[in-house]
């Protein structure tokens, strides 16, 4: 599967901003997928995850109330929707997908990245 996502740029804090993530491929409904994200001179971290059909959703601690993950199977596509945005909150946003019934730092499929900036 090929993913490529959109949706950054720049919002001022407590703006939104709504990230997209379209995958190839005829089998998408078989993935789970989620987002991961690296700010400037830190490792990438873990933001958010939803299972296959989109039953099963976690979050990091700290975007948890803020940023909701969603997945449209007919149109291929994952969604970050993201609200109250922080100036920490600004990084480089990576989808990913696998096969298992999780994503992680090993999952086998990668997006190019969006930036996000939240300005202060």
């Known amino acids: 599967v090929q993913l490529q996502a959109s949706g950054g740029g720049l919002v001022q804090a407590g703006g939104s901003l709504r990230l997209s993530c379209a995958a190839s491929g005829r089998t998408f409904s078989s993935y789970a997928m989620g987002w991961f994200r690296q700010a400037p001179g830190k490792e990438r971290e873990f933001v958010a995850s939803i299972s296959w059909s989109g039953g099963s959703t976690y979050y990091a601690d700290s975007v948890k109330g803020r940023f909701t993950i969603s997945r449209d199977n007919a149109k291929n596509t994952v969604y970050l929707q993201m609200n109250s945005l922080k100036p920490e909150d600004t990084a480089v946003y990576y989808c990913?997908?696998?096969?298992?019934?999780?994503?992680?730092?090993?999952?086998?499929?990668w997006g190019q990245g969006t930036l996000v900036t939240v300005s202060s």
């Open positions: 990913a997908a696998d096969l298992r019934p999780y994503v992680d730092y090993g999952s086998n499929y």
